[in-house]
């Protein structure tokens, strides 16, 4: 089968699209016929290397995607072969503690396609059928594909970790990403108003169709006295960063007394400076999140199969040209996914 291999960090040029053998389903495992698989920041992580953390290369990249089921291992109880379905991209080792009770993203032995082994972007790949999510039929492998990763991040930032309530206020940052097109359509859904910022106007015109109510050009206007002037300086309950370094000092500096800063991430870098009192003075919380447990997933996967919330596709290529796909991510000219067609 055809995979996109990586067997050394660097840039775009590391990755290969190579014959690699392909794969049959273990107990308890479904094969899927990889039919689209999505790009998330993440893949640029794996593929350049992060400073003291070993991925386990050689590896074939890829957290989502979505095909159809061509075999099934033995065991297998609800998924039967022909089936379409997309990939949940989180893995664990569904026996302890926080496995049983629906916490798997907290699992010791928690891992993500395409980081912690093969991923999607191949022509097949086995998971454990509990991560086959069934597709309705109107929907298509690309969308399907560019839904779970970004979806589940966001649904878990906002309903778990952050318990937003109808009618609260969230300032989204960096409003052309994955995540972060998610967060502007999970916190209308769950009844918040909503801002967002971005540094193009084709990001900030599409964050408002979206569901955001203003759109901050944040290369051109200080988002903090934004968002005091907008909210008569209340400051707003909820920001959603995965920006870090410095914008997290902002983002708190935003809030309102008892607010909340959520951050799945740190693509401007991981140094935090701030000021302690600000914190302790207004009650506010500084609160980490990485994926969501396999209930998060299916729940918020309900709701884009019933066509409650979308994902955003900017572009669709095929496999071959993955180098591109990466170069097009890393430029972050694009609003949405970037998805690759196999």
């Known amino acids: 089968m055809k995979a996109v291999w990586v067997s050394a960090h660097g840039g775009p040029n590391v990755l290969e699209v190579v014959d690699r053998p392909r794969p049959e389903p273990g107990p308890g495992e479904v094969r899927v016929r990889v039919r689209a698989a999505a790009l998330n920041h993440l893949d640029l992580w794996v ?3 992060v400073e003291g953390h070993r991925f386990p290369l050689p590896l074939i990249t890829g957290c989502d995607g979505a095909g159809e089921v061509d075999a099934l291992g033995e ?11 997309a990939i949940a991209p989180g893995i664990s080792c569904g ?12 699992c010791r032995f928690y891992g993500i396609f395409g980081e912690t082994r093969d991923g999607t972007d191949a022509e097949w790949i ?16 690309v969308d399907a594909a560019a839904t779970p990763l970004v979806f589940l991040t966001a649904w878990h930032m906002l309903k778990n970790r952050c318990a937003l309530q109808p009618g609260e206020t969230v300032l989204v940052h960096a409003a052309g990403s994955g995540v972060s097109m998610a967060a502007i359509q999970i916190a209308r859904l769950l009844g918040a108003r909503v801002f967002a910022t971005a540094s193009r106007p084709e990001k900030l015109e599409k964050a408002l169709e979206l569901g955001a109510e203003m759109a901050i ?7 903090t006295r934004a968002v005091r002037d907008v909210t008569s300086k209340r400051g707003v309950d909820v920001v959603v960063d995965h920006v870090g370094a410095e914008n ?21 870098g991981p140094k935090l400076e ?13 609160l980490g999140s990485t994926m969501g447990g396999l209930g998060d997933m299916r729940d918020v996967w309900d709701l884009v199969a ?37």
């Open 126 to 141: 086995c998971i454990p059928e509990q991560n086959a999510l069934p597709m309705p039929d109107d929907m298509s492998f």
């Open 217 to 223: 050009n944040y290369a051109e206007k200080d988002f």
């Open 75 to 85: 065991g297998v109880l609800a998924i039967r072969e022909g089936q379409r379905v």
């Open 306 to 342: 019933a066509g409650r919330m979308h994902p955003v596709v900017a572009e669709v290529m095929p496999l071959e040209e993955v180098r591109r796909a990466h170069e097009l991510l890393e430029s972050r000219a694009v609003f949405g996914k970037v998805v690759l067609e196999t």
């Open 274 to 286: 701030s000021d302690l009192r600000l914190i302790f003075f207004k009650s506010l919380s500084l």
């Open 248 to 268: 997290i000092s902002k983002s708190l500096r935003c809030l309102a007394k008892g607010g909340r800063v959520v951050t799945c991430g740190a693509t401007a």
């Open 47 to 49: 593929r350049r290397g």
């Open 95 to 106: 026996v302890c503690t926080a496995c049983c009770s629906g916490r798997q993203n907290l």
